[in-house]
Structures are given as C-alpha cells and as structure tokens.
C-alpha cells in the first residue's frame, strides 16, 4: 500500500528551512525574526489607519486585519468583508508593509486575492481540504493556523495538501489548543512548535494572542515563543481595546506592542538571532 506519510514538509537532515517571501522585502524562514502585528477585525478607516500606523512606528514587518471573522455566534460582528480588504490594502501601500487576511471560503478566494500578499487559513479550517487545494493552487504566501483540536501530525498533514498542491510557501502558526483546562482561552503548546519546527522544514510562528485570551499574558508568550525558536509572531494590537468589535481582552494597546518590539531584539540576541529588519531601524535611529 503506497504511504499516507506527510513527505513533502519534513525537513531531511541539515535542509535550511523554506524561505517565504511575503512582499515589500519581507523573508519569513531566513533566520530573522518576523512579526506580523494588527487588529483581530478591521472595524472602519479611522481604526484600521491608527493600527497599522501603531505597529508600523513600533517595528512590525506585516499588517494583519480580518475582513471576513469566524465568529462563534451568528450575532457577533462577522467583518466588513471587501470594504475591510480595501482599508487593509490601503494602509499595507501607505507603510510598505505587506498585509495578510484570513480567507474562510473557497468562494473568496478570488476576492482575497486582489488585496492580500498572504493568505491565511483560520484555525477552524485547518482541515478543510477542499479550500487548501484550492490555495495551494494559487502559488499566493500562506500561514496555516493548527486547529485547535488538531494533532501535530494532523496539521502537518494539512501542510502537506498545499505543498502536494503546488505551494511550498507555507508558514505554520501555533495558536493554541483546547485541553481540559478551560481557564484560559487555549492552552499554548511550545513544545509542539519547537518539535515541528525540527520535524518540518516550514517556518513555524506563534500567537500569544488567541493561545492565551488574556492581555497581560501575551508579552510574556510573545517572549517564550521567540526563546524557543519560534521564526516569528502574529499578535493583535487595537488602539482602544476596550472598544473592539472582536477579541478586545487578547489584544494589546499600542504602547505595550512598542515595548515588545524593544524586548524582541535583545533576548534575540540571547540565542544568536536578530529581529528582521533590526539593523535598518537602528541606523535610522542612529
Ligand atoms: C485570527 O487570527 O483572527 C483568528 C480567527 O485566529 P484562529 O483561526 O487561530 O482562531
Ligand atoms: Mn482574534
């Protein structure tokens, strides 16, 4: 019987981890350290021009918003849908910072298309194999959330459908999963990251954001993540919080992300890495 095994994304003995190119110079997989930054929901022109204005001042290299939300309830906020793409694409020009956004359907795909640089695939779609064949069609930058209810190996597998598809720029985002202990919004499994990151030769990022639920926790997630290996971030920021239409208690102020990016470069430098785009801002600064 032929081998169901996931082949394409493991990582052969010394093979350099893939190198994805997200647009506007950025390099996901070279051995920087990346950080995708933004709102949970783009909600209108005024917040999504002070969030990308905020993480671009404080050093984030990509621009995040979700236009189209999965949202538990049916009542809840569910994303402007194109106008969101529109403001998301807008200021993503305005700061030359490619954007990423969180496509849920095959059916927008085509859409998505005109406005991102990089696809995302939410955690409640990790296994929805149709709509990875159809991305990995696409040949578009992608980060695969792991389900939450996901197995290493399940997400692996998932991975696997975009590069057997054609695609191997792929990043893979650990954001937590459901265990028994519901005290937090998710439980952050860092063990699994660093045990993909060995195993695959995919870039593996981490979201301190929706693995904990919890503002005050984030920094120090953000923090541990980067200390064991993790190639990156994608964490929300809101520059009023406590206004947001989605996910406000996760999301930091705009100070507290400008003081994660002061943190970054210096336990990078711990363990023999550097912030993408670190010597750049440093000599603007100088
Ligand atoms: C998100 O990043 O906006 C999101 C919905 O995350 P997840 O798919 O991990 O729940
Ligand atoms: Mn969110």
Redesign the pocket.
Known sequence: MASHEATKVLRAAGEATIQVSLGSGVTLGDGRFTVIAGP?ALENADQVEKSATAVKQAGAHVLRG?AFK?RTSPYAFQGLGEMGLKLLAEQGKRHRMPVIS?VMDVSQLSLMMDYVDVL?I???NMHNFSLLREVAKTQRPVVL?RGFGATLEEWLHAAEYLLDGGNDQVILCE?GIRSFDTTLRNTLDLAGMAWVKERSKLPVIV?PS?STGVRSLVIPMALAAAAAGADGLMVEVHPTPETALCDGPQALTPAMFGSLMQTLPGLLQATGRKLSGYEALTAVGS
């Open positions: 949970c979700g999965p969180e995302q939410g955690a409640r959330k954001r979201d929706h």
